[in-house]
C-alpha cells in the first residue's frame, strides 16, 4: 500500500497547510479563544481586501480538500489491491468469496444492464462463464468502487466497502461519524451549486473545522491500515 500511503501524506501535508493559511488569515484573539469568528475581535496576519469573506470562502474550501483526500486516498487503496489480483494472476476459483461476489455481481449487473438484443446478453453471460472456466484472473478497478460506493463516500459507506471487502477496520476513535458526513454533505452542495463558497460553512468556526479535520484524517488513517493488513496478508485469496 506504498502508493496510497505516499498519497495520503502528501494530501495531509496539504490539508494542514492550508489550516495554517486559514488560521493565519483569521488569526487569533489575544486570549487565543476563537469559537466563534468576528473579524473585530482577531488580529489577523494576513489581510486582504475583505478578509471576512475570503475566510468564509477559504472555510468552504477546506472541506472541498477534506473530501478530496477522503476519496483519493480510499480509491487508491482498493485500486492497489485490484492491482495485485491481476499480477498474481488471482482467478475465481482462488480470490476469497467476498471478492468473487464483488466480481460476479459487477460483471452480470453490466450484462444486465445493456440494452442489446438478449443474444447479445447471452453472449455476455457465456463469457463470464468462460472466464471462470479458463481461470483468467479477475480484473476489478475503481469503477467498481464508484458503483458500490453509490455516488459520495461518508464513514457508513467507507465501512459498509471495506466490509464488503472482508477487510477489518480497527477504529481509534469508534462512535457517530456526524462531522464526516458533513464533509460530504458540503462538497455535495458546493458541487451541485446549491450553496456558494461564501456561504456553505459560514457557521463553522476554526475549532470546528479542526475537529472535523482531526476526524477525517484518524478514520482515513484507520481505514488505509485496514487495507494495508488485508493486502501484507494475502487476504484477498482464498484461504485453505
Partial sequence: MTTTKALYNDRKDEIEFYYQVLFDVMSYRVDDEYEDYNIDAFRSVIKTRDNSRFVRIMKSNFLVMLYNLIEACV??????IYEVLESENISYVHASYALRDIWSNYEISNAEKSNAKDETYGKRVKSILEHVISNAP????????????????????????????????KETNPGKKERILIVKDKRNSLAHGDESFDEAARKLTLVDLENIKTEVLIFIEDAIK????????????LSS
Avoid: C
Avoid at 139 to 166: C, F, N, P, Q, W
Fill in 75 to 80: 480509491k487508491k487503496g482498493f485500486e492497489e
Fill in 226 to 237: 485496514g487495507m494495508e493488513r488485508y493486502y501484507n496478508n494475502k487476504l484477498y485469496r
Fill in 138 to 169: 479477475i480484473v476489478l478497478s475503481k469503477k467498481v468502487i464508484e458503483k458500490m460506493a453509490g455516488g459520495t463516500l461518508d464513514a457508513r459507506s467507507i465501512k459498509d466497502l471495506l466490509e464488503k471487502h472482508e477487510i477489518f477496520l
